[in-house]
């Protein structure tokens, strides 16, 4: 079991939906993290957050909003998405932004836009 | 800019054999080189890391890792590969703010 829970684990959509993906650990961890992955390929950041504020927006289009509304908690809000955007939606987390800091990953929301 | 790189898109072993997956770094500076494993369905899980210190780096499942400055490579070991060791493996490099991936490497354990 990993100690960085996602959910949902699966979610189906329409490209006219609003959804919520959403992350929770416990470790006090205080940086957190977004990745997309595509299938065989390695993830992609999205989004950084370091004590609860945005650090890094890796150029996400707006249709992809995260918010961080406490230290323990992650939210991915999901509006107008494209069948592209379809994917494994991974978030991560590590003690901070140090860079002898591992990241520990959730399983990851996989999606699918139809 | 830092980079890793995974030559070989798949490694097949037979159950009991040692095993290696590839890495090789650019970095300047010091490198933060990680290990991460993906089963399937799965999200990523942490192996094992180099800071600094002795290169050969021990982690999880028997896993250990052999830091070559001079070659700059981060290979991982297993003395005896289990069937359940099949899965994709990432070596990664911090970069200051993000953790830059190379492509995957899959391992297959036949048994």
């Known amino acids: 079991d990993t100690e960085v829970t996602q959910t949902p684990k699966h979610l189906v959509m329409g490209m006219t939906n609003k959804k919520s993906l959403k992350c929770e650990q416990h470790?006090?961890?205080?940086?957190m993290y977004w990745y997309k992955q595509k299938a065989k390929k390695p993830p992609e950041l999205m989004f950084v957050y370091s004590y609860e504020k945005l650090s890094i927006n890796e150029s996400v289009p707006s249709r992809f909003s995260p918010e961080c509304p406490n230290s323990s908690l992650l939210n991915l809000h999901l509006h107008a998405l494209q069948p592209e955007d379809s994917a494994l939606y991974l978030c991560?987390?590590?003690?901070?932004?140090?860079?002898?800091?591992?990241?520990?990953f959730g399983d990851g929301t996989r999606l699918s836009i139809l | 800019a830092q980079s890793v790189a995974q030559p070989e898109d798949q490694v097949n072993v037979a159950e009991g054999n040692p095993l290696t997956v590839k890495c090789t770094y650019s970095v300047s500076g010091n490198p933060y080189l990680f290990w991460y494993v993906q089963y399937p369905n799965r999200g990523l899980q942490f192996l094992l890391k180099y800071i600094t210190g002795d290169n050969l780096v021990k982690g999880s499942y028997g896993f250990e890792a052999e830091f070559n400055k001079s070659q700059t490579s981060f290979h991982l070991k297993k003395p005896s590969a289990l069937v359940s060791d099949s899965a994709l493996y990432f070596c990664a490099v911090r970069d200051s703010l993000l953790l830059i991936f190379g492509t995957g490497t899959r391992l297959q354990v036949f048994p």
């Open positions: 991560a987390s590590s003690v901070d932004r140090g860079r002898n800091q591992p990241q520990h």
């Open positions: 470790m006090g961890h205080r940086a």
